[in-house]
């Protein structure tokens, strides 16, 4: 049987690179479709029996650390090459690519690539291609500090954030409008471009703009603020955690702040 911790925050099985994920996914493929096929069925009796306990324990922290930990478990069966479930086959056609693969299907190409072992932009016509499917949506919490996606309507991950100080994250519904990796900061007290890298960097690895212009999901080069109202606005993920974000959430995605 698995065991399943409720207390404290769960970190070792944290995906800290996406490079991680994806070698972990490509040994499996090459062991075999028996070893592959039993580290799936454990991953779904693990998340069979996280959904449970959601069920029932009684207090919020217990619940948040249940839903950490089951948001890493649908994240790793998302990305196992065994698991079909809520994904369709694509057959690799003349003149395809990742990205117009990935705009039909309203995807990632950072998803597809994590979902078919690394795949790289030069593709084999008649190669089939595992692509997730349907909607994503995002609900930041300003009230407990917590960013949900949900895929296809149900729970898919959580993580903690921060919001903005004095509660001026603006509440309503917004569209993720770009998406950029290694973003340039434009600091707002002096319009200065502060390039990926810099010390005085503060929007971490990636950048999830709003439609809302000046807002957006981002990293962060302050970790130690998560949890608390400390941005000038925007919200603050840890990197790692907002890796899988920008993955998961195509331009379009919905996000809904609340109070």
């Given at each position: 049987?698995l065991a399943i911790r409720v207390?404290?925050?769960?970190?070792?099985?944290?995906?800290?690179?996406?490079?991680?994920?994806?070698?972990?996914?490509?040994?499996?493929?090459?062991?075999?479709?028996?070893?592959?096929?039993?580290?799936?069925?454990?991953?779904?009796?693990?998340?069979?029996?996280?959904?449970?306990?959601?069920?029932?324990?009684?207090?919020?922290?217990?619940?948040?650390?249940?839903?950490?930990?089951?948001?890493?478990?649908?994240?790793?069966?998302?990305?196992?090459?065994?698991?079909?479930?809520?994904?369709?086959a694509h057959t690799v056609a003349?003149?395809?690519?990742?990205?117009?693969?990935?705009?039909?299907?309203?995807?990632?190409?950072?998803?597809?690539?994590?979902?078919?072992?690394?795949?790289?932009?030069?593709?084999?016509?008649?190669?089939?291609?595992?692509?997730?499917?349907?909607?994503?949506?995002?609900?930041?919490?300003?009230?407990?500090?917590?960013?949900?996606?949900?895929?296809?309507?149900?729970?898919?991950?959580?993580?903690?954030?921060?919001?903005?100080?004095?509660?001026?994250?603006?509440?309503?519904?917004?569209?993720?409008?770009?998406?950029?990796?290694?973003?340039?900061?434009?600091?707002?007290?002096?319009?200065?471009?502060?390039?990926?890298?810099?010390?005085?960097?503060?929007?971490?690895?990636?950048w999830l703009g709003w439609s809302?212009?000046?807002?957006?999901?981002?990293?962060?080069?302050?970790?130690?603020?998560?949890?608390?109202?400390?941005?000038?606005?925007?919200?603050?993920?840890?990197?790692?955690?907002?890796?899988?974000?920008?993955?998961?959430?195509?331009?379009?995605?919905?996000?809904?702040?609340?109070?």
């Open positions: 049987m207390r404290g925050r769960h970190h070792p099985a944290r995906m800290k690179t996406f490079l991680t994920t994806v070698i972990v996914a490509a040994v499996l493929a090459k062991t075999g479709l028996s070893s592959a096929g039993q580290h799936t069925a454990q991953l779904d009796a693990q998340r069979r029996q996280l959904r449970q306990a959601l069920e029932r324990v009684p207090t919020e922290a217990q619940r948040r650390a249940l839903r950490e930990q089951l948001g890493e478990v649908q994240f790793r069966l998302l990305l196992d090459p065994v698991w079909t479930e809520g994904k369709v003349p003149g395809d690519t990742l990205g117009r693969i990935a705009r039909r299907y309203g995807v990632t190409v950072e998803l597809l690539q994590m979902c078919n072992s690394g795949v790289v932009s030069c593709l084999s016509v008649g190669h089939t291609l595992w692509v997730p499917t349907g909607t994503v949506e995002i609900v930041v919490s300003k009230s407990s500090n917590t960013l949900t996606l949900h895929r296809n309507g149900e729970f898919f991950c959580e993580y903690r954030v921060a919001t903005g100080l004095n509660n001026c994250t603006p509440e309503g519904e917004f569209t993720i409008t770009d998406r950029v990796e290694r973003p340039t900061w434009w600091r707002p007290d002096d319009h200065r471009p502060i390039p990926f890298g810099h010390p005085d960097h503060e929007l971490g690895t990636h809302r212009k000046g807002y957006g999901i981002h990293g962060t080069n302050k970790p130690e603020t998560i949890g608390t109202q400390a941005s000038r606005g925007c919200v603050r993920m840890r990197n790692e955690d907002v890796a899988v974000v920008y993955a998961l959430a195509p331009v379009g995605t919905r996000v809904i702040v609340t109070e």
